[in-house]
Nanobody, 126 residues
């Protein structure tokens, strides 16, 4: 049974940093691309970042490029999202997700990811 558990969210001030973690279990973590999405109140879930199975390829939404970094540690079965220079528009519930494939080239829509965590709240006060 695939399970993804996010942690690391919280309340921070604008300009601060946070690192989110996503621990995967129940499958061979190293074989799948991983992604992060977020959903703000009243808005649709939006793509944030993705990383392929090897960690050598990453992709970011324009809104976070240069501020967020996605990474993975396959020895720990964990994906990370380092978030720097946070602002109020980053306030959302953040979800990690496992792609259906080893690479994310097939798509970055929510439907392209087969398993999801429960989410972790990130609130940025201005």
């Amino acid at each position: 049974q695939v399970r993804l558990v996010e942690s690391g969210g919280g309340l921070v001030q604008a300009g601060d940093s946070l690192r989110l973690s996503c621990a995967g279990s129940g499958y061979m973590f190293e074989l799948f691309a991983m992604g992060w999405f977020r959903q703000a109140p009243g808005k649709e879930r939006e793509f944030v970042a993705a990383i392929n199975w090897s960690g050598r390829s990453t992709y970011y939404a324009d809104s976070v490029k240069g501020r967020f970094t996605i990474s993975r540690d396959d020895d720990r079965n964990t994906a990370y999202l380092q978030m720097n220079s946070l602002n109020s528009e980053d306030t959302a519930v953040y979800y990690c997700a496992r792609h259906w494939s080893a690479d994310y080239g097939g798509g970055l829509r929510p439907a392209d990811f087969g398993s999801w965590g429960q989410g972790t709240q990130v609130t940025v006060s201005s």
